[in-house]
C-alpha cells in the first residue's frame, strides 16, 4: 500500500498465498507477493491449524 497504511487481506488471498508457499516455498512466495516471511510463516500455521491433516488412530481391542 502506497500510502503506508495496513490493508485488510481476505482469507482466499491468504489461501491462494499458501498454496503458492506449497508450490515454490515460502521464502520466495513471500518475496513474490510483497509480504514478510514473518506474515507468510503466520498465514501457513493458521492453515494448518484451521485444517490439520487426519489423525490415524488404531482400532481399539476388545477387553470383553
Do not use: F, H, R
Not at 506449497?22 to 509480504?35: C, D, F, P, S, T
Amino acid at each position: 500500500n502506497k500510502n503506508g497504511t495496513k490493508q485488510a487481506i481476505g482469507p482466499e488471498y491468504k489461501v491462494q498465498a499458501v498454496k503458492l508457499a506449497k508450490e515454490i516455498g515460502q521464502v520466495k512466495a513471500a518475496e513474490e507477493l510483497g509480504i514478510s516471511k514473518n506474515t507468510m510463516y503466520g498465514w501457513i500455521w493458521a492453515a494448518i491449524i484451521e485444517a490439520p491433516l487426519p489423525v490415524q488412530t488404531s482400532p481399539k481391542e476388545d477387553t470383553a
